[in-house]
């Protein structure tokens, strides 16, 4: 049996999806440093900081506690639906980060400076964005009522993550496309 040779190998991979990357890394900046430069008045500097802050946990642990004492126990649903999102996106996402390796733009360009630490080495997917729409879906499906403020939280959050420096718009909307593949299906009981 002939033997034919192997002419696609990890590291070649690897290779062409970082020259990929360092395309498009080049592209997407000048749209990260727009961000930044609309964020660079203190006041809004110090109120995106806190909205990527809160969206490291905090805001998920507030709202669970919302519910709870808005809906007690009858809102179970949205809960489990909730959590059960968010724990298959934060399976999977970090396996997706490491295998894109995706330098983040504050470390691709030294003028952007973030003021908040990074959670992790890599930029995509976004988890900030995969967790709010993770979580987004399932309230907006069992509080219609609140899919407004829901939008505008998770469009804050995704605002935020590029205006410090830490991911590029295709990171954002990698992370909202991975979170509503997993989440929707997930949500339909709600609806």
Request: charged fraction near 15%; glycine fraction near 6%; hydrophobic fraction near 45%.
């Amino acid at each position: 049996m002939a033997q034919f040779p192997n002419t696609f190998s990890e590291s070649s991979g690897q290779t062409r999806l970082e020259e990929f990357f360092e395309r498009w890394n080049h592209k997407e900046i000048t749209y990260v440093h727009m961000a930044a430069r609309i964020t660079r008045r203190a006041s809004l500097k110090r109120f995106f900081t806190m909205v990527s802050m809160l969206s490291d946990g905090w805001l998920y642990v507030g709202i669970v506690l919302l519910i709870l004492f808005t809906q007690g126990w009858s809102a179970w649903p949205v809960l489990v639906c909730g959590g059960i999102s968010a724990a298959i996106c934060h399976g999977i996402y970090p396996l997706i980060k490491k295998r894109l390796e995706r330098i983040r733009p504050c470390h691709f360009d030294p003028e952007l400076d973030s003021c908040v630490k990074v959670l992790d080495e890599y930029s995509c997917p976004s988890g900030h964005v995969m967790t709010a729409v993770a979580v987004g879906f399932p309230l907006a499906f069992y509080f219609p009522e609140l899919t407004g403020v829901i939008a505008v939280t998770c469009l804050l959050i995704a605002f935020s993550r590029v205006a410090l420096g830490h991911h590029y718009p295709s990171d954002l909307l990698l992370g909202a496309l991975l979170a509503s593949a997993i989440t929707l299906p997930i949500s339909i009981p709600l609806i």
